[in-house]
């Protein structure tokens, strides 16, 4: 299958990583999709303009992408500033159509970031049409619509989540692929006084309690007609 994480920024994939890490032991294809460009999450550099801030965002993401075999798209909106328009709809269409998604991971609706809940409409609304032949983009139209799971918002407000991923065996590599994102993990450590590494951390083994393993990820599904499966897709 091919698994694509559909994210507003940067370092947003972290909640499903291990997740991604583990379909891909199976054989499955990655794919990262950003639908903004980053400019607005150097706390630590608030100074910074948004040409050179969007210039580190990607570089990281896609040195990450890199490094596990993956393919990256950003459609590089303004960071905060996303919103659905005509011309976004499209370009994500397309991005998932390029991706040939069967499986997609994005955002939980209530969430903290505006850009976030933006981008959970956004893929409701853009994975129901990646078939339609009728809405044309580059990319040809997929056979059927991709599976789509949210992940766990920063603080869980409102996520009771019915789907749990052991990623024990997982955790190392994508702590060791979180630090990829070095400007985010000093955003980390400047707001919160601790980096990626701890949050990442901290969730998974509150998830993995949960479950009874050392290290999980909790995943809701996206409650559409056909967005569910009826077979197994998480492993």
């Not at 698994?3 to 370092?11: E, G």
């Not at 789907?163 to 065996?169: E, F, G």
Request: net charge negative; with cysteine; proline share 6%.
């Amino acid at each position: 299958m091919n698994v694509v994480s559909v994210m507003a920024h940067q370092d947003d994939e972290l909640m499903c990583l291990g997740t991604m890490l583990k379909m891909q032991e199976r054989g499955d294809s990655l794919h990262f999709v950003c639908l903004t460009d980053g400019c607005g999450g150097m706390v630590q550099w608030p100074d910074m303009n948004r040409e050179e801030a969007a210039a580190i965002r990607c570089r990281e993401m896609s040195a990450l992408a890199e490094a596990v075999g993956a393919t990256y798209q950003c459609l590089g909106e303004q960071d905060e500033y996303l919103y659905d328009t005509p011309e976004v709809r499209l370009n994500l269409i397309n991005a998932l159509r390029i991706c040939k998604a069967d499986v997609v991971f994005t955002h939980f609706n209530p969430d903290y970031n505006v850009d976030h809940t933006t981008t959970n409409v956004l893929v409701r609304q853009c994975a129901m049409h990646t078939p339609f032949p009728m809405t044309h983009t580059d990319a040809p139209p997929l056979t059927v619509c991709p599976a789509v799971f949210l992940v766990e918002p920063l603080g869980a407000f409102e996520f009771e989540p019915s789907h749990w991923v052991d990623i024990t065996a997982q955790m190392d590599r994508k702590a060791e692929l979180s630090l990829y994102h070095q400007s985010q993990d000093g955003a980390f450590r400047a707001a919160f006084g601790t980096g990626l590494d701890h949050w990442i951390r901290k969730t998974s083994v509150n998830r993995g309690e949960q479950s009874g393993v050392a290290y999980a990820e909790a995943f809701r599904p996206m409650l559409s007609r056909g967005l569910i499966k009826p077979y197994p897709i998480l492993p």
